[in-house]
């Protein structure tokens, strides 16, 4: 980022930032370990890369021991790498999404520097690390991050390509934008590539510029794609003949197109989470769109562009068949974008917020407020075995609350006298608010997770006993045993992977009862109710432990059964 003109543009000193970024960075990444895994997404990845690192095979993804290609395996190939290196762990677990989460706020800042000026790209910047969902997404176990990241690198190069002037430099940054876009469809699949695609059409119609097309070098483009690609689709496809037309029919087709996957959701599904996902910054939305059309020329328009993607990648997953709330994060670095040029635009050369501002300001340290009065509904729906937890949840809260209220309260007294560090104060708020009650969240998390059963028990459990999964995929406790399990009846959603192997499952509970008779060291989870009705059914069996969500079992003891 271009400090001096920071600078002479009434910022912040490049000390400061820098002082900033160093603090930013300490809580960002400092408070991975805190937090155990939580189902599913966060037990899931971490187990398959756990698998992938155990069984040495990098090219047929597992899970829980059975064949699981919903999904390209980079980033569990990177997480194994972690773990190869680092340990098996928590915040190893969640290195890469942290990672690439700080690495395009980064990103953002450094593009706004070059398609606006260096101020609008520092706004960039902050409207990004303090938008909740980025935040929140950056400490979680999940695909959508490291996709997001790709795709947002892949259109931040695109910008570049079309911005520069020089005909060397914007071929070299369409091929970096399609090495991207190839890392992106290894995250997550073919989303990777017609994201973008959908998106440049969109642009092309609503601009009538389809002389950008000409100049996305498509043949070596996509030639250099196929190459990243194209050899894990063929390895695995070879290995496992079932592959393509699982992953590209039942996978993306079926996915977006039918309600086979169960994760539907009304058209506004992504209405709300948007405008929680960028809360202290969407009343600025509307503003930067509308600035984004009037600056729009007749050769390419960044600000355009940006509105083109956040539009598409809403509109289309809101009329997608599957709804689930990550699939949106794509679009915040691209709004933050257009903010902090809209930012930008209001502090001018006075550097001072205008009064709808400091009312905005205002209006969330009131909101601040009269959330303590709310403190009380916390734990109403808790059930009886949760009722600490959300107690001591309510701490977190409160502390997240201050944090809001007064660096809101301080925003609003600086908006006339020092508009950035106004903006900046706003948004210190916002990121603790989110980054306090995230982290609090293991308060509730915890139990979920299973981490003090599995403590309990791992070191009593014999190396090669087999461990039956009753009716029950439970997506963390694999993970901090290190072992897999026999699924027996309901095998969730390893559906395919039983089909492909099932000598390795039990399809029936009777089946598991023949089974658990002659499998003397066998052992067995479950929820507490299953428990009870095998126990109603006389079947031999000895609790190891249990928790409020789990009972692992074991054949009783010759000595106990001769008692």
């Not at 009269?370 to 937890?389: C, V, Y």
């Amino acid at each position: 980022m271009q400090f001096g003109q920071i600078r002479q543009s009434s910022a912040l000193h490049p000390g400061k930032i820098l002082l900033l970024l160093l603090i930013y960075a300490l809580l960002w990444f400092g408070t991975l370990n805190y937090r155990h895994l939580i189902p599913s997404d966060e037990g899931r990845y971490a187990e398959m890369a756990r698998e992938m690192l155990v069984t040495g095979d990098w090219v047929t993804p597992r899970y829980n021991g059975y064949k699981y290609f919903e999904k390209p395996p980079l980033q569990v190939w990177v997480t194994a790498v972690t773990f190869q290196v680092f340990g098996i762990g928590d915040w190893q677990a969640r290195l890469w999404s942290a990672l690439t989460g700080f690495l395009t706020i980064l990103a953002i800042g450094f593009t706004g520097t070059r398609i606006y000026n260096a101020r609008a790209g520092w706004l960039a910047a902050v409207v990004l690390a303090s938008s909740p969902m980025w935040v929140i997404s950056g400490h979680f176990n999940s695909l959508d991050m490291g996709l997001s990241a790709f795709l947002v690198a892949a259109l931040c190069s695109l910008l570049f390509a079309q911005t520069t002037h020089n005909k060397s430099s914007s071929r070299n940054w369409m091929w970096i934008c399609w090495v991207f876009m190839a890392l992106a469809t290894l995250s997550k699949g073919v989303i990777g590539a017609a994201i973008p695609a959908m998106v440049l059409i969109a642009y092309s119609i609503s601009t009538w510029d389809w002389k950008i097309w000409t100049r996305l070098r498509l043949l070596s483009g996509l030639i250099l794609f196929l190459l990243i690609t194209a050899p894990w689709f063929v390895l695995v496809a070879q290995r496992n003949p079932e592959f393509l037309e699982f992953f590209f029919i039942h996978e993306h087709l079926q996915r977006f197109t039918q309600d086979a996957h169960s994760r539907t959701g009304p058209i506004y599904y992504f209405v709300p989470l948007l405008l929680i996902g960028i809360l202290p910054w969407a009343l600025q939305i509307p503003g930067s769109i509308a600035q984004a059309w009037q600056e729009r020329r007749r050769e390419f328009s960044s600000g355009w562009l940006l509105v083109c993607w956040s539009v598409m990648i809403f509109g289309f997953f809101s009329v997608s068949h599957s709804k689930l709330p990550g699939y949106i994060i794509p679009i915040f670095p691209a709004l933050a974008l257009l903010i902090g040029n809209r930012l930008d635009h209001l502090l001018g050369h006075t550097n001072s917020m205008a009064t709808s501002w400091k009312l905005q300001t205002l209006g969330f340290a009131l909101l601040a407020c009269i959330g303590f009065f709310f403190l009380a509904e916390i734990g109403k729906q808790a059930r009886p075995d949760e009722i600490e937890s959300y107690a001591q949840y309510t701490y977190w809260v409160i502390a997240a609350l201050v944090a809001l209220m007064s660096f809101s309260a301080f925003a609003a007294l600086q908006s006339k006298r020092n508009g950035l560090q106004s903006i900046v104060s706003f948004a210190v708020g916002f990121f603790l608010c989110a980054i306090i009650a995230g982290t609090g969240h293991e308060t509730l998390g915890r139990a979920v997770s299973g981490i003090d059963l599995a403590y309990r028990v791992k070191n009593s459990i014999p190396a090669n006993v087999n461990i039956y999964s009753v009716r029950l995929l439970d997506h963390t406790m694999p993970f901090y045993l290190g072992r897999t399990m026999v699924m027996v009846e309901d095998p969730d959603e390893l559906q395919f992977g039983v089909n492909q192997q099932p000598e390795l499952w039990l399809p029936t509970l009777d089946a598991f009862i023949v089974r658990w008779k002659d499998d003397q060291t066998a052992y067995a989870i479950m929820v507490p109710e299953q428990y009870v009705a095998l126990q109603g059914l006389n079947l031999p069996m000895q609790e190891v432990d249990r928790d409020s969500r789990r009972v692992i079992v074991k054949h009783p003891d010759m000595a106990n059964m001769a008692q």
